[in-house]
């Protein structure tokens, strides 16, 4: 005796491992953040909590440089960092850190890099007050000094 199925025309249905996510929250929301993203931003939040105050300027001139890539005046700063003297000395660690921030801002996104200025921001509000004002600093500049040709 042949089976007559009255669920041919709809497909089984089996109930999903995954909690259901609402569409307005997927729509809106951004990924989350790494759990490597956001173990970085915990490291240079520690290393910032320690470092000098010399070593907050240092930190705030490469920061207004990565936020406003392009414009000169933030590379002249930092060219006046470097030095050639002391080159078979190791680097401190204050360098190191500086390197490794250097590589994992690279690998963030935009959504990330504001998340760590957020943070930063609630751990030291007034160290990123002087960042935006930096950065608004740059605003009109476009780096170029020539009288007879202005850019």
């Not at 025309?9 to 809106?28: E, G, K, Y």
């Not at 050639?84 to 690998?107: A, H, K, T, Y």
Request: hydrophobic share 35%; proline share 11%.
């Amino acid at each position: 005796m042949p089976l007559e199925s009255s669920s041919s025309s709809m497909p089984l249905s089996f109930p999903s491992p995954l909690p259901s996510v609402p569409d307005n929250i997927t729509n809106s929301s951004p990924p989350p953040m790494s759990y490597i993203t956001s173990q970085e931003m915990k490291c240079i939040l520690h290393w910032f909590a320690s470092w000098s105050g010399p070593q907050r300027e240092r930190f705030l001139q490469d920061l207004v440089a990565k936020a406003v890539p392009g414009k000169l005046q933030p590379l002249l700063d930092g060219l006046e960092q470097l030095s050639v003297s002391g080159v078979n000395r190791p680097p401190c660690i204050f360098e190191c850190q500086l390197r490794l921030w250097d590589q994992w801002f690279q690998g963030w996104a935009e959504q990330e890099r504001n998340e760590f200025v957020r943070q930063l921001e609630v751990s030291d509000p007034d160290f990123v007050a002087k960042f935006y004002q930096a950065v608004a600093a740059t605003a009109g500049s476009r780096g170029c000094t020539c009288q007879e040709y202005p850019c």
